[in-house]
């Protein structure tokens, strides 16, 4: 698990990412604080507000969850924000158990998981917040893989795959006999969930021997030092490292398509392309400091997501989500939708039909 702390932090990371522990004033006086675009204020009275705001789970939501903490304590830096990384499925945990008020997920949540939840007497708020897509990447020294099938990439990552599919050559004929090596999500991500179902045809099936870690930054670094790899990860993470990787096309049978801004709004990159969310715990809304932060995250919603490098939601979406957490809506929408393959329209007649 990898934490910033707003305020302090002092557990212990497994990614192996060096544990932070910085005030936003800190962050915001050096050099090499984000420019964010120009951002609507809290519109509560911050004044009397205190406390901490603890926020985990996904490594693919946390550079927009980050960009939000640290403006929104340029407004209210008396309020500390707790923020880490362990997965989807870690920030669930800590989610049900109490632990945290908001999880970051780049998958909808379980139905186990909300039993969870329920059982322990919390109810969630759903909010999706921006689409990503999972790139599919490589080295920049591989010139040969510019584009792969769905099929290709199901038989490279089945589980019966596992020290029998070792090199490019197995993949496509014509392909040299270098070793391949692979990196993605672990299990604790919603990325792995999510690409293992689009791609394998059931979430969680896929060969064990790979590279895996929850924090995407990690799998990029990795990468990023080996021609003959190959992994999946969040879109912000492989634009942030386009120098030195590069994203293969995926071919869905309507021909290869790259990951972009484009082709991930229009839905025509897939079956990769995905909603990511944030789940809110319902009673922590009783909180002036939660509801101020959640409102501004909303508010600013479409620029803070484009300044991570995701594709925001249209601009008409944020209201309603802003709505959905006013009126405390709860439960989830896309829990126990086919969501491979949704396009934003679809997207939108689902949440419109709530």
């Avoid at 969630?124 to 917040?129: F, N, Q």
């Avoid at 290709?152 to 599919?165: A, D, K, M, Y």
Wanted: hydrophobic residues 40%; charged residues 15%; glycine residues 10%.
């Amino acid at each position: 698990m990898f934490c910033l702390a707003l305020s302090a932090c002092t557990q212990s990371p497994a990614t192996g990412r060096t544990p932070t522990a910085v005030t936003a004033t800190s962050i915001l006086s050096t050099t090499t604080t984000p420019t964010f675009p120009p951002l609507t204020p809290p519109v509560h009275d911050v004044e009397p507000m205190g406390g901490t705001i603890s926020i985990d789970g996904s490594s693919t939501v946390f550079p927009i969850t980050e960009a939000a903490a640290i403006t929104f304590r340029r407004f209210v830096p008396q309020v500390e924000i707790s923020l880490g990384v362990s997965g989807t499925g870690g920030g669930f945990k800590k989610f049900c158990a109490g632990e945290i008020v908001i999880a970051d997920a780049s998958r909808p949540i379980k139905a186990e998981e909300s039993a969870t939840c329920a059982e322990a007497g919390i109810e969630y708020i759903e909010l999706p917040i921006a689409f990503d897509g999972i790139s599919v990447v490589v080295h920049p020294d591989n010139q040969w893989a510019t584009c792969m099938t769905v099929e290709e990439l199901r038989r490279l990552w089945q589980p019966q795959s596992g020290g029998v599919i070792v090199r490019w050559s197995q993949i496509r004929a014509g392909w040299p006999e270098n070793a391949i090596h692979l990196y993605g999500a672990g299990g604790d991500s919603g990325t792995y969930d999510y690409f293992t179902e689009a791609i394998v045809g059931s979430a969680r099936a896929s060969r064990q021997d790979y590279t895996a870690s929850e924090d995407d930054y990690l799998l990029a670094q990795d990468l990023s030092a080996d021609p003959d790899g190959l992994g999946f990860f969040g879109y912000a993470y492989y634009v942030e490292h386009a120098e030195n990787l590069r994203a293969i096309g995926i071919d869905n049978g309507a021909g290869c398509v790259a990951p972009s801004v484009t082709s991930i709004a229009d839905g025509s990159y897939q079956p990769l392309a995905r909603p990511i969310f944030l789940y809110v715990n319902a009673a922590a809304l009783d909180r002036p400091e939660v509801t101020a932060f959640l409102d501004f995250y909303l508010t600013n919603g479409p620029a803070l997501v484009q300044d991570a490098r995701y594709i925001p939601l249209p601009d008409t979406i944020y209201p309603l989500l802003k709505a959905r957490l006013a009126q405390r809506s709860t439960g989830s929408l896309f829990q126990d939708v086919n969501r491979i393959g949704v396009s934003i329209e679809e997207i939108l007649q689902l949440e419109g039909g709530h």
